[in-house]
């Protein structure tokens, strides 16, 4: 009995300390769980952490890439056209939200490139706990500017025919007009040859159609120009004239007046200019004008009564004005003169009011100005005048460029923009369009060339240019031994063209419409597009990302 209960009792100690055993290490194994759940809390919040703050630096990191992007196109743009390239690029990063100049580092690397490189700190959130207060990071965008593929471009989005060509016509890239027309694209005769044709619409005459690719329901092209800004221009306003007039023969320095001629004088001048009869001849004129303002209306040989046989006018710079009803223009030079030269000298700005008319078988020599109540050039069936154009800017305000019968237009080295807008004198001179060579008969000669220099502020590359706010339709159809080198922008009339650009020139159409047509005397046009005489490339330029 004594051996059995000794049993017992060792028996029963030994469950004792195993319970005990075990309650240990349940203890053990509840902290132990402790320990890992905090460490898995610790690792996902850490996880938790780097997702949302790596989303969000992610986030940022894209908007700078955006704001780098237009950045450097802004940058490009502005370096292609002669400007300040760093603050073009800072704005339009700060325009996409990088306002802070210094973060945004510009400038030009390899051959007219613009690289961006935007660098900022960015503040961290939950990683603040890791000891990741901040993350810098910093992005690049290169912009480079490779020439427009377009040559010929309609702007009109619902217009039939809206590029028209009734004439073999080569155009050395590519013709786009934006019109959803089942004609957007007409080619009604002779060969058209081009790289490629790009219409929202249809394109019909594929039978005269000669290109590598022709694409239908394209998207639109934005207007190449639609950033171009044109020249300011100064209002001028007419000035009161005295009642009498002025007689210019011979050898005379005329000063700077204003007169009206009295109704019963059979005058319609303030100045006349003519050849006095001597010897059963008229006499040259040497007249001159000196600078300042003068009116009502010179006449060198626009009547009978004003007959001007050879000779020289020299006009100074100053403001030239019409009469008060707007009858007669500025300046006249007319049929009734012969061999007679006009020069206007430079040196200071030219303002008129009133057309400026020339015709007749004389010589004019122009000088930039404001042109208000337009330009008139008027020749004969078989002569007329010859004009020539100095470099500059000519803004005409209301009455359009008028050219018509047998005339020859040129102009000296380094080009002329013309800029066909609205009356700035306060005249009422209705607008109208540019309209060289479109009569019937008429024989126009043209040799011109745009600026070549000058980026945007100089109009460089952009020959004839008419105000978004003049809708007139512009014909320009010069005959087939005229050149016109430079772009035709008309964004809101219709354009009936017939130019050939030189040999080692270029020419580039944009307007509401375009109608290309055989020139007076021939039968193709030549659109060619050599524009290694800008200093800044072509006209229109694509600014794309290269990295």
Not at 289 to 304: A, K, P
Not at 388 to 399: E, K, L, V
Request: some cysteine; hydrophobic content about 30%; charged content about 5%.
């Amino acid at each position: 009995m004594v051996a059995r209960k000794s049993v017992e009792h060792l028996r029963a100690g030994s469950k004792s300390r195993s319970r005990g055993k075990f309650r240990t290490l349940r203890g053990f194994e509840s902290g132990q769980t402790f320990v890992l759940v905090a460490g898995g809390l610790l690792v996902l919040f850490g996880f938790a952490a780097l997702a949302v703050d790596v989303s969000n630096l992610y986030w940022l990191r894209r908007n700078m890439q955006t704001a780098a992007d237009a950045a450097a196109i802004a940058g490009e743009q502005a370096l292609t056209n002669g400007d300040n390239y760093t603050s073009a690029a800072q704005s339009a990063a700060a325009s996409n939200g990088i306002t802070n100049s210094s973060d945004v580092s510009v400038t030009e690397v390899g051959s007219n490139n613009i690289q961006v490189v935007v660098s900022e700190s960015q503040p961290s959130y939950f990683l603040r706990v890791l000891g990741y207060g901040s993350t810098p990071i910093s992005v690049h965008a290169i912009a480079e500017t490779t020439p427009s593929p377009a040559q010929v471009q309609a702007l009109c989005t619902n217009c039939s025919g809206a590029v028209t060509i009734d004439s073999s016509t080569t155009v050395s890239e590519s013709i786009v007009s934006n019109s959803n027309s089942s004609t957007a694209v007409n080619v009604t005769g002779g060969t058209t040859t081009c790289k490629q044709i790009s219409s929202c619409g249809s394109i019909s005459g594929g039978s005269h159609i000669s290109c590598n690719l022709q694409k239908e329901n394209c998207a639109p092209v934005s207007n190449p120009f639609s950033s171009f800004t044109p020249p300011s221009v100064s209002t001028c306003s007419r000035s009161s004239a005295s009642s009498g007039s002025v007689s210019c023969t011979g050898t005379q320095t005329v000063s700077a007046a204003c007169y009206t001629p009295p109704w019963w004088s059979g005058n319609n001048c303030g100045f006349g200019v003519s050849s006095t009869y001597s010897h059963g001849s008229y006499q040259p004129v040497n007249i001159t004008f000196n600078g300042g303002t003068y009116g009502n209306y010179i006449n060198v040989g626009c009547d009978s009564n004003h007959v001007c046989n050879g000779g020289t006018c020299t006009f100074n710079p100053g403001t030239f004005q019409c009469d008060s009803s707007n009858n007669y223009p500025s300046v006249g030079i007319g049929g009734y003169a012969s061999g007679v030269t006009c020069t206007f000298n430079s040196g200071g700005s030219y303002n008129f009011i009133g057309p400026v008319s020339i015709s007749g078988s004389n010589t004019c020599y122009l000088q930039p100005g404001v042109y208000n109540g337009g330009i008139q050039i008027t020749g004969g069936s078989g002569s007329g005048p010859t004009v020539t154009f100095a470099p500059g800017n000519y803004i005409i305000g209301g009455g359009g460029l008028q050219v018509h019968g047998t005339c020859t237009l040129q102009n000296t080295s380094g080009g002329v923009y013309f800029y066909n807008t609205t009356d700035h004198s306060g005249s009422g001179f209705s607008s109208s369009g540019i309209n060289i060579g479109n009569n019937w008969g008429d024989n126009v000669t043209c040799k011109l060339n745009a600026p070549t220099s000058g980026g945007s502020s100089g109009c460089e590359g952009i020959l004839f240019h008419q105000d978004s706010n003049v809708t007139s339709s512009c014909c320009i159809q010069p005959n087939s031994s005229s050149t016109c080198d430079g772009s035709i922008y008309v964004p809101k009339g219709s354009l009936t063209c017939s130019v050939n650009s030189s040999s080692t020139g270029y020419s580039v159409i944009v307007a509401n419409t375009c109608h290309i047509t055989a020139p007076t005397g021939g039968s193709s046009c030549t659109l060619n597009n050599n524009c290694s005489s800008l200093a800044h490339g072509a006209p229109i330029k694509t600014c794309t990302l290269s990295e």
